[in-house]
Each structure stands twice: as structure tokens, then as C-alpha cells.
């Protein structure tokens, strides 16, 4: 009989093992475009919808406004973003991808899904939406925040 603790400490163990495999074989699988994991959130949140600032990409990827402003910086270096004042609110910066940062966005994106599907597809679609639904609850339970259907996988 396995007592509570040792339950607890084998999923948690499982979940990092899991997290752990899933991110590196993303990093691999993107490895030579050079973007980190927050980058390719950004990225995508930009090509599903340009404009976004950046507290609505910190808040829409769960990463603080540091991290962004971070992958922002990076980004822009790279000549993949670019950020222009909102016409209604002069303080405010949008921001959006340059012709580069779409291609780039493109390319990082699809190899990013291509390598999620190989760590998950071990399991069929049904539990893969299972298990998504089980630790979307986790996570909105546990920490308050609504999570976005198009959060990036990974």
C-alpha cells in the first residue's frame, strides 16, 4: 500500500520527468533558429494576432512582464519584432512581427509542433486532450488564471 506522500511525490516526479523530455526535444527541435521557449510564445502570439502589448503577452503566455520585455529585447535585436505607440494610447507599445519574424515564426512554430507531436504521440488524441484538460484544471485552480486555448505546447 503506497501512502499519499509517495503518490504525490511519484506524479510530481512524473510531471518534470514529462516537462523536462517535452522541453528539450522542443529546444532541439528549434535549436538552430535560436529563439527560447518564451520567444516562440511571443512569436506565435504575434502571428495569431498582431498589435498585442506587451502586459497582454505576459499575461496571455503566464510569464512576467521581465520575461517578456526580455524576450522582446531579443527579438527586436534580431530584427524579428518591431514595436510601434498605440494610436489610442500614446505610452502603451504594440508590437508586431517584421516579415523576418513571420518567416521565422513559421518555420520555429511548425518545428515546435512537429516535435510535441513526437513526445505525445505516444498517446492517442483522446488522451492527449485528456491529459490537457487535467492540467488546465491544475493550473486554473491552482494559480486563478484563465489559460488561452492557443498557449504554445510545450
Do not use: C
Amino acid at each position: 500500500q503506497k501512502t499519499a506522500m509517495e503518490l504525490g511525490e511519484n506524479t510530481l516526479w512524473l510531471l518534470k520527468q514529462a516537462f523536462y523530455f517535452s522541453l528539450t526535444t522542443v529546444n532541439d527541435a528549434v535549436k538552430e533558429h535560436g529563439v527560447s521557449m518564451a520567444q516562440i510564445g511571443v512569436l506565435r502570439q504575434l502571428a495569431n494576432q498582431p498589435g498585442l502589448s506587451a502586459a497582454e503577452l505576459a499575461r496571455r503566455l503566464l510569464i512576467t512582464p521581465q520575461g517578456v520585455q526580455l524576450a522582446l529585447t531579443a527579438l527586436e535585436k534580431r530584427g524579428l519584432i518591431r514595436r510601434e505607440q498605440d494610436p489610442q494610447h500614446g505610452r502603451i507599445l504594440q508590437v508586431f512581427l517584421t516579415d523576418e519574424g513571420s518567416s521565422v515564426a513559421s518555420a520555429v512554430v511548425g518545428e515546435a509542433i512537429a516535435a510535441h507531436d513526437k513526445v505525445f504521440g505516444v498517446l492517442t488524441t483522446k488522451e492527449q486532450d485528456q491529459l490537457r484538460a487535467l492540467l488546465a484544471r491544475v493550473v486554473e485552480q491552482g494559480t486563478g488564471h484563465t489559460l488561452f486555448g492557443d498557449h504554445i505546447e510545450g
